[in-house]
């Protein structure tokens, strides 16, 4: 899996989602909710024990969803285009079952961790902390960067004990 930005400035953030031989972009916006910040945070709680976390891209007018559920060390992200938005809260609330899935692929926390710290590093980098409120609307997450770091080193170290 390999995440990266093509695209950020004035509310909207293009991603670039390649896994093995496929790939596809999401166009997100940041009208009602960070979904960097989001991803980020839902990461975060993979690592402390979370089974599923659901992250949120307002793409205008409609929502595309990542289910994060997690399998042991494994990640299975089923991906959901709704023609509405929705705020993770309201996702919850549908019965994603019968909601069919755009697709879906499996990645390790590792790699999906190690994609969020350089995609979210990569927005420290250029255009800033300052340029990311700017341009984003919402804060840097530095302290969250800071916390999935730090559960990156300590599983890391775990491993080789």
């Known amino acids: 899996m390999e995440l990266t930005q093509t695209h950020f400035g ?11 031989n496929d790939e596809y972009y999401i166009e997100a916006s940041s009208v009602t909710n960070d979904a960097i910040g989001d991803l980020l945070y839902a990461v975060i709680q993979l690592h402390k024990g979370s089974e599923k976390k659901l992250v949120t891209f307002y793409q205008e007018p409609g929502t595309h969803l990542w289910c994060l559920q997690r399998e042991d060390h494994q990640i299975i992200i089923t991906r959901y285009e709704l023609d509405d938005f ?44 300052e340029g990311y409120r700017q341009e984003w609307g919402y804060r840097f997450p530095q302290n969250e960067l800071t916390t999935l770091i730090e559960l990156r080193r300590n599983s890391n170290k775990g491993k080789q004990n």
Do not use: M, Y
């Open 86 to 129: 929705c705020t993770a809260g309201e996702i919850t609330k549908r019965n994603l079952d019968n909601t069919e899935p755009v697709g879906s692929f499996t990645t390790d926390l590792k790699t999906l961790t190690n994609q969020v710290i350089r995609l979210v590093s990569s927005f420290k980098s250029e255009p800033g902390i």
């Open 10 to 20: 004035a509310g909207w953030v293009h991603l670039h989602i390649v896994i093995e």
